[in-house]
């Protein structure tokens, strides 16, 4: 063996005999790096040779791992397609272990994929029955989730306030710097846009009823909505998904509590309590935000809030804060059904907390949409 | 060159922060010997794996597998230390979101320059050793726990390394799995000459498997017991091994 410590190598030789005979010599190491080398070229040989009979003679081979193995395997195979017989012969005691664990009588091939037009056919129709589910489990969860509420609003003794103040906390008063900042700096932004417009027809003093109107009315209970949604909602449903995962909302069920009462509404009256409070410090914070912008045009700080006061109405107020109940619901029913909803693997919570911000933001801009025509209908 | 110990840990210190679990730990592993490490729970075994296999940092001491330190190495050098070591983790560990073949394919298709198709008869073969080849093309979610634990093993084998260490390999099984377990960890040391680390409690599997035994204990912080595991149970004096060893065996025996 002393003379073969120096090789790294492996070498093959394929040498035909007479009467579809072919030996085939393996020298060397038959190591993973060794193996990678001679893999290609000896296999496509051997392919291209077919011989009815293979003597591979490994005699010299002076170190073999599961790779070596695994080429000797990939010999045999290709004698079994072409019908072929094998020899594997001197291999090493020592090796032969190794072969005796690690032999393949066959290979297991991958379940039969099926084609690029049923695959596309059996999705749509996955898709379509996920869809169906989805919309009777939203429409059953509503229901449940009403029933319950009606319950808790009747006796109040039933709801878990502690988890509910905890929530309270965790969605909104942790999320105030936040929400200051948005509002902050939407109204920074929306006053300074306009400003370009306005100034041309003289109109500065205008930027006040604009941003006023617009931060009011549509962007404040917005962004307030897509900030609970982004944060909470997936919050809600990763939490609900880790204890789904973690079968505690099994243990819960089975030891008489409900989830939906135990989990589910201390979360979504957390949630409605806090976002309209939450929707009013962002517009504050929007209209100092605006409030910079003039002052950079001396304009006077008593002026400001006149010109804020007249512009917006009592309605508008209301109007957009009655949005932020149905936004805060939305949010939180959504983010603790995907939750509820999670199902098993390791992706299975980041998928429920995606899909829960996902399907938030489109019920809550869905829900803007109807209550622009409702607003619009009814004058407000 | 078979005597030369393949793992060797000096006065190796663990804890977190402040709190010192295991203090001054001395002992080797010898080339093809199937170790257990015993003790109750909480008594730091886990953690002296986790220092083993390199996941944490020790306080202070050192660690040696095959030579090379695991504490102090680092870029190449601690890549190849990682070669020698496969672990199979308590759970299995084994990637959710793809199937058992790829999770053992992985680490050859990262680290070797074999094609495709040598990847996945080595992959299959891996498989085949753990008796899992049929389950080579399903993902994780589908294998029951005892299978689970074969193809983590399995995958700890793809780069066919000198030392397995096994995190709690039968928790959880029954004792026919488990006894199979035992069987296949007994198999590849025989017929790979594999060093094996294996943290247990498991008894039956202990005196199946094992040829030596170290316990640690929690309160002195230490090694209390180092030998072959019949010897632990019939001539220990420290009360923690009789302990450890007799009332469970009186339940067993019951």
Redesign the interface.
Known sequence: MGVMEGTKQATYRLETGGDGQATLILTGRLD??S???V??QS?RELRELRPKELVAQVGDVVYC???G???L??YR?IQEDNQGRIVIRDLRPQFQ??M?????DH??S??KSLGPVGTAIHNIGQWAAELYCDFTAQVGFTGEIGVKLLKTILRPAGLRKRDTFLMAEKAGVNAMGITALLGFLIGLILAFQSAAAMEAFGAEIFVADLVAIALFRELGPLITALVLASRSGSAFAAELGTMKVNEEIDALTTMGLDPVQFLVLPRLIAAVCMLPLLTMFNLLFGLIGCGVVMATWDVPVSTYIERIRDAVTLGDVFGGLAKTFVFATLIAGIGCLRGLQTG????AVGDSATRAVVSGIIAIVVADGVFAVVYYFLGI | MADQPIIQVKGLTVGYDSTVILRDINFDVREGEVLAILGGSGSGKSTLLKHMIGLKKPLSGSILIDGTDIVTAQGQQWLDVLRKIGVAYQSGAL???MTILSNIALV?EE?????R??I???A???L??VGL??A??KMP?ELSGGMRKRAAIARA?A??PKILFLDEPSAGLDPITSAQLDELVL??S???GLTFVIVTHELPSIFAVADRAIMVDRESKTIVADGRPKDLRDRSEHPLVRQFFHRRLEKVDA
């Open positions: 993973r790096d193996v990678a080398s893999w290609r296999t791992d599961a790779a193995i695994s080429l395997m990939e195979r272990q190794l005796a664990l690690f032999e393949l290979m297991v991958p379940p098993t693997g390791p992706s | 990637f959710g979101s050859l680290f070797t320059d074999l094609p198709e040598a996945e008869v080595i299959q073969m891996k085949k050793a080849q049929a080579a093309y979610s084998l780069l066919d198999e590849l025989r017929n790979l």
